[in-house]
Structure formats: C-alpha cells, structure tokens
C-alpha cells in the first residue's frame, strides 16, 4: 500500500511538471509596434515576408502560407534544414519545423498599428523570440523609413566601411660586407 503511495504521489508530480512546462513553453508570442506606418503597408510588408522568407543559415524545404485578408492574419508552416559545422566536431543535421501566425492589430495606447507574432506549437521561447525578430526584421527593411519621419537627432549615420591603411613599403636594410681578415701565418710551436 506505501508503495502504490508513492507512485501515486510521484505520478501526480510529473503531471504537474509535465502542464506547467506545457502551459511556459506553448504558444509563446511576441510583438511589435509599427509606428508611421500604414496598415496597407504592413500588410503588405507581412505577406512578402511570410511568403519570401530570408535566412542566412538555414535552407527553407517548405514553407506553406495561408493568408486571410479579411482578419489581416497569415498563418504560416516552415520546414527549415542546415547542416551545422563546428570546429573539433563531425558535421550535424539540423531540421526545424514551424507553425506560426501573424496577425496585424492596433495597441489602443500609442494609436500604432502592431504585429503579433505568435508560434502555434510547444517550442522553447527564446527560439521563438529569436524567429519574430527575424520576421519583423525582414519586414523593416523592406518597408525602409516611415514616411513623413526624419532620422532621430543625434542618431548615430550607419557604419561606413573604412579602408584598410595602404602598406608602407619599407626599404630593405643591406648590411655593409664585412672585410674578411687579413691571413696571418700561425705561429710555429
């Protein structure tokens, strides 16, 4: 009877376990305000983006697109395969599936429209935060500088790249010859 106790009180820990770690890592959102933009805009950034996806290190095997004008929501499914090379290590397959939807809303505060950016399945949150702001990346640059907006003052311009300095060619020193001594009979013992 202590036995089946036990078991029991162990079971109903690793359940509890098992939905708190559900109920963290499901369905993890994140968000984005667009001030200075239009919602035709971002709209149209959103479905470029979704249906034309930029990675530098993964390949995109499948990418499924669902887009629903009327709600202004896309929902997206993403297989994305590397292979990840390391230094000391073999090569390593690496695949990763998406499912996520992104939704065009307004945040009543600030008047601006936002993107929401939301995974649809059980994924660790990091992950996600890192996919949205590939997304909302992508997005900025290809909506570029809100119209009617200048660059904020004191802004700092873009990185210029800055030419290496020119080798400086330095002559090379020639020793002098060296005069060879002068050949003395050795002395008799």
């Known amino acids: 009877m202590r036995t089946t106790t036990a078991f029991n009180a162990r079971l109903s820990t690793l359940i ?3 939905g708190f770690i559900s109920a963290t890592v499901g369905c993890t959102t994140r968000s984005q305000v667009f ?24 390949r995109v095997m499948d990418n499924e697109v ?3 004008e009327a709600t202004r ?8 395969k590397r292979t990840l090379v390391t230094p000391y290590s073999t090569p390593r397959q690496e695949e990763r ?14 008047d601006s429209p936002t993107v929401d950016f939301t995974a649809r399945q059980l994924v660790v949150p990091a992950y996600v935060w890192t996919e949205a702001d590939k997304f909302f990346l992508q997005m900025r640059t290809s909506l570029g500088v809100p119209t009617g907006t200048t660059p904020a003052e004191g802004s ?4 210029q790249a800055v030419p290496a300095p020119a080798a400086e060619v330095v002559p090379a020193i020639v020793p002098e010859p060296v005069p060879e001594p002068a050949s003395e009979p050795l002395p008799e013992h």
């Open 16 to 18: 509890l376990a098992t």
């Open 35 to 58: 001030e200075g933009y239009g919602d035709d805009q971002l709209w149209t950034a959103m479905v470029a983006s979704a249906q034309k996806p930029t990675y530098d290190d993964w």
């Open 66 to 68: 669902y887009v629903d």
């Open 73 to 80: 929501r896309i929902e997206v499914y993403r297989v994305l």
């Open 97 to 110: 599936e998406w499912k996520f939807q992104i939704a065009l809303g307004r945040d009543p505060e600030l």
């Open 156 to 159: 700092a311009p873009p990185p």
